[in-house]
């Protein structure tokens, strides 16, 4: 087991299960959301488009898109985010999360309890014939934030809210996923302890073949779906990560577990997953 | 438009006599970015899961029989791998579900897009160990001869979702930069992983080009030689 890990401690009442009202997702509410976020309301000085399960606002280099089944929005500025325009950001994981949260609260989308889960950086570099790095640099800086329930962070398959920022510290990119939260649906039945949600966990690799489990970390938190499922209620769950190694060992998975911290909950934590279809045998002279 | 080729292989279940522990959502992984590609007008031309991903699909022919690469991974632009990786002595394997002709492949049996290929994602643990030269040209430089882009992950990731395959075929398919767009559908904060775009070119110059700019309507613009390799992570 890595040195690190340690298990969350349960708390010591029950969590609400919260009631997640259905997003009202339109060309409507996209262009009403634009005005909001400063980039135009004037849908005639706008490219309006669906592109798959989003509704899209363009306007110059703006983009704003908007998820049909979640409400998860995202702006992007296509001519500054990612791009390597030769400088270099130097800046502090404090000072970049101030003005990360600078930057929500003139929005009016900071969260009113929140945690910094993590501050990541786009790197560049270069090699040549000399096999020297060149020109190592740093062009961005992402401010990966949850939003925390009764003290547990927020967590989903996509990114929470994250704000990117260039070397200039102007924002190039404003991720917000996040459903709005209705009232209490009711209280956990009970909660699992993480020591039962570990073993399933480890079960489930076991048996998909992991001959040895590595945990990593484990939260208890609130758990939304990706951006493009309906979700009714938000739930507490346990997220596990574990490094598993196979048969052979010169291969390593990363493996992340979601597993229902309510003995009870009120819909599967996750989705089903799809069918498959099963493979048709490959012919065996096919060039 | 430019209309570009596309073939996937991806591996879930090792039941064909090749041992590993499984694998959840290659498939989804690979067939998303397959069918939002055709959903801009590419054409697929392959999709090879489990039991009918075969080693010999990348092995060039000149190392050893049956190396069949210029008939399946080199012989479509856009080529897209789901499944295991492993990385020792400055090479990349990759492991298959069904011995044909091999278990393994490894980096050494290849030469990235001799034929027609032009970006290769190895959505993989352990493309490269980290992102310093030792790793990143040593097992590389010499693999890519005439492959413009290397799409893959350092060290290990967790393949969680069904959706990542899908936003990067997604913003491929409309014509966004590759390497930025493989960066944004793969990082994920709450799996530390760190998602790796290697491009490469003839010049410092082209190399850079390609990582900041290239995107499938540079098919044609072909990498004369490569001599330099430009990368881009998040981390």
């Excluded at chain 1, 925390?148 to 927020?154: G, N």
Aim: aromatic share 8%; with cysteine; glycine share 8%.
């Amino acid at each position: 087991m890595a040195d690190k890990f340690s298990l969350p401690k349960l708390p010591a009442t029950t969590l609400p299960v919260f009631k997640l009202p259905p997003p009202h997702v339109d060309e409507r509410g996209l262009i009403a959301l634009a005005s909001r976020l400063g980039i135009g309301a004037d849908p005639r000085e706008a490219r309006l488009s669906r592109v798959g399960e989003r509704f899209v606002f363009g306007r110059g280099s703006l983009e704003l898109s908007l998820h049909r089944a979640s409400g998860y929005f995202r702006l992007i500025n296509r001519a500054l985010w990612q791009v390597d325009r030769g400088a270099h950001l130097e800046i502090g994981d404090d000072d970049a999360a101030r003005l990360a949260r600078e930057h929500l609260a003139s929005a009016s989308l900071l969260p009113s309890h929140l945690a910094v889960r993590r501050v990541s950086r786009l790197n560049v570099a270069v090699s040549g014939p000399d096999r020297s790095v060149q020109d190592h640099r740093v062009i961005d800086v992402a401010v990966h934030i949850q939003p925390v329930l009764h003290e547990l962070p927020v967590e989903g398959p996509g990114e929470q809210i994250v704000v990117t920022l260039d070397h200039e510290h102007t924002v190039t990119s404003l991720t917000h996923n996040l459903r709005a939260v209705g009232k209490v649906y009711r209280e956990t039945k009970a909660l699992r302890g993480p020591d039962d949600a570990l073993a399933e966990a480890r079960l489930r690799w076991e048996v998909a073949g992991a001959r040895r489990i590595e945990p990593i970390e484990m939260r208890l938190c609130y758990w939304e779906l990706a951006a493009d499922f309906t979700q009714t209620y938000l739930q507490p769950a346990y997220f596990v990560r574990a490094i598993l190694y196979g048969p052979d060992e010169r291969f390593r998975t990363g493996a992340v577990a979601v597993i229902p911290a309510d003995v009870d909950p009120v819909e599967p934590i996750e989705p089903a997953p799809r069918p498959r279809a099963s493979e048709q045998p490959r012919a065996t002279q096919e060039s | 438009m430019t209309t570009i080729t596309i073939g996937v292989e991806w591996i879930n279940r090792f039941t064909g006599g090749c041992s590993q522990n499984q694998l959840s959502d290659m498939d989804s992984h690979a067939r998303g970015f397959k069918e939002h590609m055709v959903s801009h007008g590419h054409i697929a031309m392959f999709d090879w899961g489990d039991d009918n991903a075969w080693e010999t699909d990348f092995r060039h022919p000149d190392f050893g029989s049956g190396g069949d690469s210029l008939n399946w991974s080199d012989n479509v632009n856009f080529c897209y791998f789901a499944d295991h990786g492993g990385n020792w002595s400055s090479t990349v394997n990759i492991a298959f579900s069904k011995s044909r002709n091999a278990c393994l492949s490894s980096s050494s049996t290849w030469k990235l897009g001799v034929k027609n290929l032009k970006w290769l994602v190895l959505d993989i643990c352990d493309g490269t160990l980290d992102t310093t030269v030792p790793a990143v040209i040593d097992v590389w430089l010499s693999r890519m001869q005439g492959v413009h882009i290397v799409f893959t992950f350092v060290n290990t990731t967790s393949p969680w979702g069904a959706d990542e395959g899908r936003h990067f075929g997604d913003a491929a398919g409309q014509g966004h930069a590759l390497a930025n767009a493989w960066l944004d559908a793969m990082f994920g904060s709450s799996i530390d992983n760190t998602p790796i775009a290697i491009a490469a070119g003839a010049t410092r110059d082209e190399a850079i080009n390609r990582r900041e700019n290239e995107a499938i309507s540079w098919r044609d613009y072909s990498v004369s030689n490569t001599s330099w390799l430009a990368w881009k992570w998040r981390h």
